[in-house]
């Protein structure tokens, strides 16, 4: 009998084994990898960057980038590389993966203006802007706002070919670039993924998308990356519809600088203004699963105007809220609804109540949007926007930072970046990919907070002596996932731990927001634990500030104040039944020096009032939403 039943044991094991390596061969598909062994669950977040650009990008180029993919990706596993302006540069801790998002629009186009013989430039102002371009840094730059601006609004020379009809160009460099990718991915060390920025820029108006492929050349070598130039984002769709038909592939789509949009990025109606139809909306939600909440061009968490009740509603607003990305067009109170990303959650529920479908059902990551092929987000380490901030130049920090204007925004505005956690089996294409494409993500602004949450119904202080991950997964659904309601209130267990290199925690906040039966949208931020709460106690239903150790004349910190780690099972206390609602998790680190002090201490500047007010922030963490949907009429009918 023993040995029959460690047979069928036996038996069994291998049975599961070799369905397990089906499945992770399967899930492998595609990516160019081999397999690896994975956990049970997600166990930890891999840290990476999907908003990169190198030298192939017109605009890196025109600032003054001469790195390409391949220093990129040295940089971010964690080699030293020299930067474009002779600074060494090097990662404190290696990324995990990484997305080299070169814009699609005249790939490597202005290398090749500038490489141009000049007598074959017939059109006189591309000869200016060849001589510009090779005249050094601050010619090429304005050089280079200048073809912005003219492609924006539809005005480049004839001549100009930022879009090569044939794409014979597009095609050499993208084969090289996806083949570099292959090479430099390292399953269960570090992931390489192929993708491409999509620069729709609507009389200014930025509503670009990252692209991110799941898969290895193989598939991505049948295709080129989608032009943005006179195209809508539903032919980004088509595109990506197509690409998933002809090769097996997979790929998403992720809206970036929503902030810049100035009110286009997340409408209540289609671009034409006629209403939303439920086939856009599941449409969108199908190919945008995740957005960008947090780069270096400014937060698009939330803004004071939208968010009044919030104390910390307006990190990174400042600069990036005055008007579109060239700011050919100011931005006027009445826009900020469609910037921002709380906002357009809470719009999501409104469209949802009324077609059944929520456009803006996304999670949220962060990421650097950095232009010199070197993705740091790292405050102590900034490498500038562009080639022409780098730290070379000592007064960055207050130069003016605009594309075609010299009004509104200058070097003290730009935020250090951010990166995006993906909670994941293992560090490879195909678990990266559907981190995202499950919304299991979340954004920093560039600390490596460790976060989790669980939304359930039954969630107690009791599940923390257990294996609560487990619990979590069994008996609720992670970030990003939606729980349909039971007419009682939702239970969530929520985990914070402090960067281990960097700074102690402040709190942990849940942002919820809600539509009621007549269609208004609400929200409500919660103070759910924080440090040192016998001695904080709310007042006026506020928790006081942490304090601030931040020595502006050193630009140091000391984790005197906060803790490491924060947990709480936190339960709704204003559900109501039948509420449509979504809730996620921000964490706030104890104020700390920004980049702009770093750089003040290290070379002597004196910041003018403004700048020096913004010097010290609160870094934080975004995790994706969990949403809550109404119970079915059955249960409700039961209540």
């Known amino acids: 009998m023993r040995k029959f039943l460690a047979a069928g044991l036996l038996g069994v094991a291998t049975l599961a084994l070799v ?162 990718l292959d090479r430099y991915n390292k399953p269960g060390k570090f992931t390489a993924l192929a993708g491409f920025e999509y620069s729709l820029l609507p009389s200014g108006n930025n509503l670009h998308r990252v692209v991110m492929f799941r898969d290895g050349s193989d598939r991505t070598g049948k295709v080129l ?11 980004l769709w088509d595109y990506m519809d197509a690409y998933q038909r002809d090769t097996g592939g997979q790929v998403l789509a992720m809206p970036h600088n929503s902030n810049m949009s100035n009110g286009l990025m997340f409408e209540m109606t289609l671009a034409d203004g006629r209403p939303m139809t439920a086939a856009y909306a599941k449409r969108r939600a199908k190919h945008e699963p995740v957005v960008e909440v947090t780069q270096i061009k400014g937060d698009s968490e939330s803004h004071p105007f939208l968010s009044p009740n919030d104390e910390f509603a307006g990190f990174g607003d400042a600069g990036w809220d005055i008007g579109n990305l060239d700011l050919s067009h100011s931005t006027t109170p009445e826009m900020f609804a469609g910037s921002y990303v709380r906002e357009a959650l809470k719009r999501g529920l409104s469209l949802e109540q009324q077609l059944g479908v929520n456009p803006y059902a996304f999670g949220l990551i962060g990421a650097t949007d950095s232009h010199t092929s070197l993705a740091t987000g790292d405050e102590d380490n900034f490498f500038g926007k562009h080639s022409g901030n780098e730290p070379s130049l000592h007064d960055r920090a207050l130069t003016p930072q605009n594309l075609g204007t010299r009004k509104g925004r200058f070097g003290w505005n730009y935020l250090a970046g951010g990166y995006a956690a993906a909670w994941s089996r293992g560090n490879t294409r195909a678990e990266i990919f559907d981190a995202f494409k499950r919304r299991e993500v979340y954004a920093t602004t560039g600390p490596r907070m460790v976060v989790r949450v669980f939304g359930g119904f039954d969630f107690s202080d009791g599940d923390w002596a257990g294996d609560w991950v ?112 979504f809730y996620y998790v921000r964490v706030l680190e104890i104020p700390t020096p920004r980049w702009t002090l770093f750089d003040a201490v290290r070379f002597g500047i004196k910041l003018p009032p403004e700048a020096m007010a913004d010097a010290v922030a609160q870094e934080r963490a975004y995790t994706s939403p969990i949403w809550l949907k109404p119970a079915p009429p059955a249960i409700m009918e039961k209540k």
């Open 470 to 581: 487990r619990a979590g997964y069994a008996r609720g659904v992670p970030m990003g996932g939606e729980l349909v309601g039971r007419n009682k209130a939702p239970s969530f267990l929520i985990s914070a731990l402090k960067d281990p290199d960097g700074a102690n925690l402040d709190r942990v906040q849940v942002v919820k927001g809600w539509v009621d039966a007549s269609g208004q949208t609400h929200e409500q931020v919660y103070d759910v634990v924080w440090s040192d709460m016998d001695k904080r106690a709310k007042k006026g239903g506020k928790v006081p500030a942490v304090g601030d150790t931040v020595d502006r004349a050193k630009a140091t910190y000391s984790n005197s104040i906060g803790t490491a780690e924060l947990r709480s099972v936190w339960t709704d206390p204003d559900y109501r039944p039948g509420q449509r609602a």
């Open 19 to 180: 369905s397990c390596e089906a499945a992770i061969d399967e899930a492998q598909k595609g990516t160019g990898e081999g397999t690896i062994d994975l956990a049970e669950f997600p166990d930890r977040p891999y840290w990476g960057d999907t908003h990169l650009h190198t030298d192939v990008s017109f605009d890196a180029y025109g600032f003054g980038n001469r790195l390409g993919a391949e220093d990129a990706l040295k940089f971010a596993m964690g080699d030293e590389v020299t930067s474009t302006t002779g600074v060494p540069a090097k990662l404190a801790r290696p990324l995990d993966f990484l997305v080299i998002a070169d814009h699609s629009d005249g790939m490597g186009s202005l290398a090749r203006l500038a490489e141009a013989p000049r007598l074959l430039l017939r059109d006189p102002t591309m000869r200016r802007w060849h001589d510009m371009l090779n005249g050094g840094p601050k010619t090429s730059i304005r050089a280079t706002s200048e073809i912005i601006t003219a492609a924006a609004g539809g005005t480049l020379p004839e001549q100009m070919d930022i879009n090569d009809p044939d794409r014979e160009k597009d095609s050499e460099i993208w084969s090289a670039h996806i083949k570099l």
């Open 225 to 235: 990356p989608f032009p943005s130039l006179d195209t809508k984002v539903e032919q």
